[in-house]
């Protein structure tokens, strides 16, 4: 049966939190009908909870008219020590790849790459032991992994030579798990190459970078890779003279480079046999105007994207640095981007009345639906105590539905910092953004924190999430729990 | 000295026109834009024109924490920056302490980047808080000031060399004190708010000012309220144990020449000086509000003083008011600018330095090695970065420089 740790997200069709506009009966959303995970699930009627580490049945109830569910297995952990952080997943072949940094990348200290599989299905770990990387001297952080057709690329910056960041990488077989190609440069130049990110356009890897340009200023840069880890551009590619923390994805043979610039969230689309940008996604190469942190992307198989990222301000006694939220953008096909001229009003305000389509979450100022910095008698807090604290992902549910994962976290008495970090999830449908997966916590809180969310989909309506876990007084674990809606 | 010129006086070619190969200025603005209907009075220091401003380390959009080259380097808070006699520097920001080489390389010392805490043990298990100042500990280490667990922390070498983190007083386990603090050795001692950085003397003796109290703590841990009877009020010159505060987010302090400390009194709008031999405190720059240059009883701040540093090579304190426009300098009675000043800088921040346009800006530290340069954040375009005053005449001859 279902230990203490394995539950069911139950979803109505009308989902959605209190006070959010789209959603709930009598919303201005559609009806549960036109919700294609609602209306999948409420066909399947039950529950079906998978134990990620022996793959049995582990619990089934009725499910009640008119709801859906989405099943969650119970959380494995794939490494533990004393500071894992990052994990990033990909899938191909059959199996996911979890790649994470493990150790502290300061001055004499060592932090490496590892990674492990596990299978789709049954989401079982396939490793007795996660693989390293790399495990060069110095240190090797913020990985990112991208699957090939039989391999996983996982790239990460590297501060081997003690003075500046680079780039590099190395192939993982996706079916025995064991190193094909070692360790190998891709952005070595001198200055800071770092925040790496990677995708597979069928033919080849992206793999993308934030690097130094000009003086004191970061651009976006990036090379193609061979599934036998050849870096196929002997210059850079430059995505765009301003931006950092890029992500990347590719979709129906369309490639979606995304990256934070200032206040935005921008973006091109780049020519997948080449890797050459083609042009700025909409009109101004904007995806959103307000939440540029974290960006993390997904795609329909269609060519349509989805990206999600954060706002990633504290709380503050007079709410000065307005609020915490994560927002999504929609990039499609024809790289027009609906939300890019979105207007979030006077310090978020119309995020936190959740008067504008695409918030997945947000701070709210007490039970009010605006917010008033540097109103008399300051911030007291939100209505649910929480704060969302942003390291987003998203991932595609194959029918109709973008499934978000991120981190709130519980504010503390000062009314400036956080604790007792958990991730959340929601679901939003692709067309509306209504919410048809109600918002529920997946893991974290008191005593064991969940930080730094990483999703992906796999086959048939499963998904893995993959994120950093903290036991009070305990190991770090890079744990992942496996997601099937049903 | 410097002559009053109307705000009406036009746009900046005229302004600047006036004041060029003036030693000394003084200008009078409105504060339009700014939300300060005092007038603004600026005299600059006599050497003004030789000032420059430029970036010292902070890539404009680096993106959160990154190591690497000066000017590459990543943060996103303004924290709290050191130096040791050798010229390396300690950068403490948003839950990390930064080594800064000779050469500005940019290195992780302590803590965990993204993420925060209270755990102690060898620097890359410990985490910090988020709002954390930093300064030396006169015996080869330092103290963090860890507003965000409420405790005073130490960054020493352990056995064998190697660096660890100690939580000397406080216990972020217990809730901030109520009515008046509570002293004690180590865990039994409650702090509330500390302000903006910790200090020490050579003996290793560490000093912050708390909501609105001046704790002492000893090497050992031990804490004690210097002005028990004090608190929240206006700045009465008087004994030490009943010295009022009006501190909400400010506290800025130094050491002087002279061994007092030095307390930039936000709400007071005034510099206090605290004798610690003659357990007196007294007004030492104000009262006064407006960005107004001046005698030091006839000046004043834009809202308000938040931070001070003494320049014991030029024999004068940096300071400024928490959203100035400006970096001030005290010395020998008056109230001086020394970069920023005028709101309508606004071109590049790299500039002569009273050209630059500065805002919600602050003063760090002054290099130990010549040409002691000062070392300042800022808002506007200096965000994410740190910035230092230089004159080009000093650098002659200076190696690295």
């Given at each position: 049966m279902s230990g203490p740790d394995a539950f069911v997200i139950p979803v109505r069709g009308v989902g959605g939190r209190a006070g959010d506009r789209r959603a709930g009966g009598g919303g201005s959303g559609p009806p549960a009908s036109v919700r294609p995970l609602s209306a999948a699930?409420?066909?399947?009627?039950?529950?079906?909870?998978?134990?990620?580490?022996?793959?049995?049945?582990?619990?089934?109830?009725?499910?009640?008219?008119?709801?859906?569910?989405?099943?969650?297995?119970?959380?494995?952990?794939?490494?533990?020590?004393?500071?894992?952080?990052?994990?990033?997943?990909?899938?191909?072949?059959?199996?996911?790849?979890?790649?994470w940094q493990e150790g502290w990348p300061g001055l004499n200290g060592t932090a490496d790459i590892s990674a492990a599989r596990v299978e789709a299905g049954s989401f079982k770990p396939l490793d007795s032991a996660p693989?390293?990387?790399?495990?060069?001297?110095?240190?090797?952080?913020?990985?990112?992994?991208?699957?090939?057709?039989?391999?996983?690329?996982?790239?990460?910056?590297?501060?081997?030579?003690?003075?500046?960041?680079?780039?590099?990488?190395?192939?993982?077989?996706?079916?025995?798990?064991?190193?094909?190609?070692?360790?190998?440069?891709?952005?070595?130049?001198?200055?800071?190459?770092?925040?790496?990110?990677?995708?597979?356009?069928?033919?080849?890897?992206?793999?993308?970078?934030?690097?130094?340009?000009?003086?004191?200023?970061?651009?976006?840069?990036?090379?193609?890779?061979?599934?036998?880890?050849?870096?196929?551009?002997?210059?850079?590619?430059?995505?765009?003279?301003?931006?950092?923390?890029?992500a990347v994805r590719v979709s129906a043979g369309k490639v979606l480079v995304a990256w934070s610039d200032g206040q935005t969230a921008s973006g091109c689309m780049a020519d997948a046999e080449t890797g050459k940008p083609l042009k700025s996604v909409g009109a101004k190469g904007k995806m959103n105007t307000r939440c540029p942190n974290d960006i993390s992307l997904a795609d329909d198989g269609q060519g349509n994207f989805m990206a999600v990222s954060a706002r990633e301000s504290f709380p503050n006694p007079w709410g000065w640095p307005g609020p915490g939220a994560v927002l999504c953008s929609r990039v499609n096909a024809d790289g027009s981007a609906p939300e890019e001229n979105v207007n979030y009003g006077y310090y978020l305000s119309d995020v936190c009345g959740r008067r504008v389509p695409n918030v997945v979450d947000t701070a709210t100022w007490g039970n009010t639906d605006r917010w008033h910095a540097g109103a008399p008698g300051g911030f007291k807090g939100t209505a649910d105590g929480m704060w969302p604290y942003g390291k987003p992902a998203v991932a595609w549910d194959g029918r109709g539905t973008w499934l978000f994962a991120w981190v709130k976290g519980k504010i503390l008495p000062d009314r400036l910092n956080l604790a007792e970090y958990e991730i959340w999830l929601r679901g939003m449908d692709a067309k509306t953004l209504a919410v048809t997966l109600k918002d529920r916590k997946l893991a974290g809180g008191a005593g064991n924190e969940a930080k730094d969310p990483a999703i992906e989909a796999g086959p048939a309506g499963e998904f893995l999430l993959a994120y950093e876990s903290a036991p009070a007084g305990g190991k770090m674990r890079i744990e992942a729990i496996g997601l099937r809606a049903k | 000295m410097g002559r009053k010129i109307s705000p009406a006086a036009g746009g900046r070619p005229s302004l600047r026109a006036v004041l060029a190969g003036m030693a000394a200025a003084t200008v009078a603005a409105a504060a339009a834009g700014i939300g300060g209907a005092a007038e603004t009075q600026i005299r600059y220091v006599d050497d003004i024109d030789q000032w420059r401003a430029e970036i010292f380390a902070g890539a404009a959009n680096a993106g959160g924490q990154l190591e690497g080259p000066a000017l590459e380097a990543g943060f996103s808070h303004a924290g709290s920056l050191c130096f040791v006699p050798s010229g390396e520097a300690y950068f403490a920001t948003e839950g990390v302490i930064f080594h800064i080489s000779k050469e500005g390389t940019f290195r992780f010392f302590a803590g965990i980047p993204g993420t925060y805490g209270c755990a102690d043990g060898p620097v890359e298990k410990a985490t910090l808080g988020r709002q954390i100042s930093i300064c030396p500990d006169g015996k080869d280490g330092f103290y963090i000031g860890d507003r965000s667990n409420r405790c005073i922390r130490r960054l020493r070498r352990g056995d064998g060399g190697k660096w660890l983190v100690e939580t000397v007083a406080g216990d972020p386990a217990k809730p901030e004190w109520k009515g008046k603090p509570a002293d004690g050795a180590g865990k039994e001692a409650v702090f509330k708010y500390l302000h903006s950085n910790v200090i020490a003397d050579a003996q290793g003796v560490a000093y912050i000012m708390d909501n609105n109290f001046l704790r002492r703590v000893s090497p050992e841990g031990r804490v004690e309220t210097l002005n028990p009877q004090g608190g929240p009020g206006k700045p009465d010159d008087g004994p030490l144990e009943s010295a009022k505060f009006n501190l909400i987010m400010g506290g800025g302090m130094c050491f002087g020449a002279d061994g007092c400390i030095y307390v930039a009194d936000r709400w007071n709008h005034c510099i206090r000086k605290v004798d610690l031999a003659a357990k007196q405190v007294t007004v030492a720059v104000g009262p006064g509000v407006g960005f107004r240059d001046g005698p030091e009883k006839n000046c004043g701040f834009h809202d308000s003083p938040g931070y001070i540093v003494y320049d014991p090579y030029r024999k004068r304190f940096n300071t400024n008011g928490v959203d100035d426009w400006g970096l001030r300098v005290w010395q020998n009675g008056e109230m001086r600018t020394i970069a920023g000043g005028n709101t309508r800088n606004e071109r590049c921040m790299e500039e002569p330095a009273k050209d630059s346009r500065l805002g919600w800006c602050g003063v760090y530290a002054v290099h130990p090695l010549p040409p002691h340069e000062i070392y300042f954040w800022s808002g506007h375009g200096w965000t994410n970065r740190i910035g230092r005053l230089y004159r080009p005449s000093d650098r002659k001859g200076v190696e690295g420089r």
């Open positions: 699930v409420s066909a399947a009627g039950l529950a079906l909870l998978a134990a990620a580490a022996s793959g049995t049945l582990i619990g089934r109830r009725p499910a009640r008219a008119g709801e859906a569910e989405l099943a969650a297995g119970a959380p494995v952990a794939l490494a533990e020590g004393d500071l894992l952080v990052r994990p990033r997943v990909a899938f191909g072949a059959g199996v996911y790849l979890v790649a693989v390293k990387v790399c495990g060069a001297p110095e240190s090797q952080s913020r990985p990112a992994v991208a699957a090939g057709a039989d391999v996983f690329l996982v790239v990460w910056q590297d501060f081997r030579n003690g003075k500046d960041y680079d780039v590099r990488g190395a192939i993982v077989d996706a079916r025995t798990g064991k190193i094909r190609v070692p360790d190998f440069e891709i952005a070595a130049r001198q200055r800071n190459q770092a925040r790496p990110a990677a995708a597979w356009t069928g033919r080849h890897f992206v793999a993308v970078w934030q690097e130094a340009r000009g003086r004191d200023a970061y651009g976006v840069a990036g090379v193609r890779v061979s599934a036998e880890g050849k870096v196929l551009d002997s210059e850079p590619i430059l995505y765009a003279e301003a931006g950092h923390s890029p | -």
